[in-house]
Structure formats: C-alpha cells, structure tokens
C-alpha cells in the first residue's frame, strides 16, 4: 500500500462511543429489532440519498430498541455479523437535538461491522437490505451499555437515540466462498472462526516476480475498476515471518476506490476481477512494494505476503 488507506469512519466522538467494543454476539436474523410504539411515533419523510426531514415527540424514550424500515430497498441483504456502509443522523431522543449527522447527498461515509458494535447497530440492521432507509430508537443500554448515557456529549442515562440511516452498501463478515487448494510455493492460511488468517511462510527464499492464487473462490458481485470495495486483510513480511499490518487487528474492513490509486499497483490489482467472498493469497515483490526504501514497518527490499477477503464491492456513481 502506497499508504494505509483511512478506514471509512464517522467523525465525532460519539459514533465512536456507540461503536465501541463488544463481543461478537449471535450472527442470526432473530436478532434484529421490529417496529414498537416508540418508532411509529416518529416521522421520517424525504428520498434516499437525500438528507430526511425527522420528526418526533419530546420526550422520546424507549426502553427496547426498536426498528422501522421507511425505505424498502431491493440490493445485497445485509450479514446479521456483516458489515454495512452508510450514511446516518443521530438525534437526542429526550431533546430532538441532531448529534451527528453524516451528508446522505454524498457517497457513504460511515462503516459500521455489526459483530463489533454494541447492541443498538446490530438490532438496527441485522437482515435489512442495500437501498433501505431505517429508523430505529435504541435503547440507553444498547447504545451505551448498562450504565446507559454518555456524560461527555451531555446524553443521560434514560435518554433513547433516534438514528436514521441510508444503507448503501454491506459487506460479509469474511470470505466464504468455496476452498481451494493453495499451490506450492506459496504461503499456507488457516482461518479461525472469525475469518482472521494465520498465515506460514515456507522457508525458502522470497519470489522474485509478484503473483497471486486464490484460496477461497466466491461467487457474489465481480470487483470492477471505481468501484469502492470492502477488504479484510493480513500483511505479512516474508524473511521476518511477522505481521506489518491488519485491519483484523484494526477491528474494522478496509474500504478503498479500485483503480483509485490508494493502494500499492499489486494490491489493486489482484482485487480487481475478483468475485465478493473470494480469499487472495498475494506475494508481492519488493520491485512491485515499497522497493529498496521501505515505508514505515515496511524494511527495505522487503517482500509481502498479503491475505486478502473481498468482503463486498458498490459500483462507482455514474
């Protein structure tokens, strides 16, 4: 990578707060919210892709989450433990204030892994569809924990929060598409039940030319040149056998434009072409790296191995 690409991420502290980490929990439909009293009494009016007009009794408060969807959309549903890329407003259900709120005339800024958030997200979006518009009213413990609230953006304990959002994307927890025999030469992978790799390095010298197989072949959307795409990946150093970089260990997919030069050429490459669910196992050579200067954690004349799950892809706007 050129440089590591920012994951796609709302700004603000708060999204940070209701994001903050939990145990992945049940990956099942059931756990997804229905509408209640508290969702039908509030008003979302305005088309998707275009920043909706709220409206809600004050107070509003709710002691379930629940969820509403105002817009049907018919594209990819999303994973109970998947990955959903969108934009949101989030309202004070005590006061109607708007605490954070994303542009929806713009693409997708925010990503959220569901088996990483606390409970609101994933009752929010479990098994909703790309194209669908959602109301929820989450529950002070599911956006915060038990204790509910959050003191430092002047939210109280029993205070709900209201979130609309416009599902523009989703992605699968991990690649899983069918297994494949790895060829020799290459590095082995094994996965744990999360989809993290574990990735062994032969001992023999690194290759000289950069090349690619797959280890999982998936059968979902075909990655093509603009689109933005949706990666979990492994960077390993093949002479010191060490990671240099993970966004499993970052706790969140990698979104970047294929084509879009945020990406080292090989990495690009070997994304584009390939189907969602797919796993790549990719050498790349130090000519096709970071070369003879290195870059960061990255030594000079280094060779990288990365394993790469293409989680889920949008097409570019036209």
Known sequence: MRTAPALIAAA???LVSLTGCTAPGSASCDTAASAGDATKLISVSGDFGATPKVELPKPLYTKTTERQVVIQGDGQQVSADGTVNLNLMLLNGRTGDVLQQTDFNGPASTLIALSGS??????????????????????PEDAFGPSGGSEANGIKKDDAIILVADIQGAALPKADGAERPIPSGFPSVVTAPSG???????????????KHTLSRVGDG????????????????????????????????PLVFQADGGQMIKAFNDAVVGQQVGSQIVLVVAP????????????????????????????????
Request: aromatic share 8%; charged share 15%; hydrophobic share 40%.
């Open 196 to 210: 993290q790799p574990g990735i062994t390095i032969p001992a023999a010298p690194a290759p000289t030319e950069t």
């Open 221 to 252: 959307a075909t990655v093509k040149a603009g689109d933005q795409v949706i990666v979990n990946y492994t960077g390993v150093l093949w002479d010191q056998k060490s990671v240099f970089d993970s966004s499993w260990e970052k706790g969140q």
């Open 118 to 139: 606390l409970p609101g997200f994933a009752k929010a979006f479990a098994c909703t569809t790309v194209g669908s518009r959602v109301v929820a009213a989450i529950s």
């Open 287 to 318: 000519k096709d790296g970071y070369g003879e200067q290195g870059s960061g954690s990255v030594p000079a004349g280094a060779t990288l191995v990365f394993v790469i799950d293409v989680l889920g892809t949008q097409r570019a706007a036209q």
């Open 12 to 14: 603000g502290l708060l």
